[in-house]
């Protein structure tokens, strides 16, 4: 599926294949929560990297989040004017990009269920509303987020006809 994707004040557009455009995946961690969520959390989507076409890259600007005291190599990019959150790449998964849903101007399909991840990392005042079908972990889950698509037949049919390696 093909996503696009801006900031609130347009400064900045891009676009990225999306095998896996389902917003399922809500992350508690305090990086995502103060960077992106203000519902306590934020969802990440998950994108071909070599796709990604960017109009007004230079309205943006990267920050490396600092864990246990190193920074992180994943580069979270926002647009230096409005701050929007727009995607993470993170060079030790070329292949990826995850722009945040938030930050999709394309209709995006509504998942049948949920992943609730690093809930041992949530805010006190945030209160998890899981359906019946969601799973809630403290940790990040086992399973990918193109497992979870293909597990629910959920991947884009265009890309399971052309796939030539694992997503």
């Not at 399909?109 to 005042?125: F, G, Q």
Request: charged residues 25%; aromatic residues 8%.
């Amino acid at each position: 599926m093909l996503l696009h994707g801006s900031c609130h004040c347009g400064a900045v557009h891009f676009s990225v294949e999306s095998p896996h455009p389902y917003p399922y995946q809500r992350c508690y961690c305090s990086i995502c929560r103060k960077t992106a969520g203000g519902g306590g959390y934020a969802i990440n989507l998950s994108g071909r990297a070599e796709t990604l076409s960017v109009e007004g890259a230079e309205h943006k600007s990267i920050y490396h989040a600092v864990i246990d005291g190193e920074p992180s190599p994943g580069e979270r990019h926002f647009c230096h004017h409005c701050a929007s959150a727009l995607w993470v790449f993170d060079p030790r998964w070329p292949e990826l990009v995850h722009p945040f849903a938030s930050a999709i101007d394309t209709d995006l399909p509504i998942p049948p269920e949920r992943v609730h991840l690093l809930l041992d990392s949530k805010a006190n005042w945030v209160e998890v509303e899981a359906g019946k079908n969601d799973k809630c972990f403290d940790g990040y889950p086992e399973e990918s987020i193109a497992e979870w698509h293909r597990r629910l037949g959920l991947e884009d049919r265009q890309h399971r006809k052309t796939r030539h390696r694992p997503a």
